[in-house]
Nanobody, 123 residues
Framework: QVQLVESGGGLVQAGGSLRLSCTAS????????MGWFRQTPGKEREFIAA????????YYADSAKGRFTISRDNAKNTVYLQMSSLKPEDTAVYYC????????????????WGQGTQVTVSS
């Protein structure tokens, strides 16, 4: 497993942008599929985006398409989530996840998780 640390969350006005980062420890980051999820109180953890280690293919939830971009820099052991045109309903704790095998939308399938970073979008 890898250890993951997210950063970049904060308070932003609706329509604004934020870039989340997730830095992994370990030398095998390049062999992990990476995902971003978010969660609000009382709700299930929700898939946002994922990126494959094998070919860099990306996948997005409908709520993220056209507004969010996932990318990775294997030299820096870091995955990013660039978020733009933010809406109040994007307010949540955002988590990054890693897994060497899984590449899907079910959070239960990912083996490693960060501690989360709060994103708050004001109207």
């Amino acid at each position: 497993q890898v250890q993951l640390v997210e950063s970049g969350g904060g308070l932003v006005q609706a329509g604004g942008s934020l870039r989340l980062s997730c830095t992994a420890s370990g030398r095998t980051f390049s062999s992990y599929n990476m995902g971003w999820f978010r969660q609000t109180p009382g709700k299930e953890r929700e898939f946002i985006a994922a990126i494959s280690w094998r070919n860099g293919a990306t996948y997005y939830a409908d709520s993220a398409k056209g507004r969010f971009t996932i990318s990775r820099d294997n030299a820096k052991n870091t995955v990013y989530l660039q978020m733009s045109s933010l809406k109040p309903e994007d307010t949540a704790v955002y988590y990054c996840a890693a897994d060497p095998e899984v590449m899907g939308v079910n959070w239960r399938d990912f083996g490693s998780w960060g501690q989360g970073t709060q994103v708050t979008v004001s109207s």
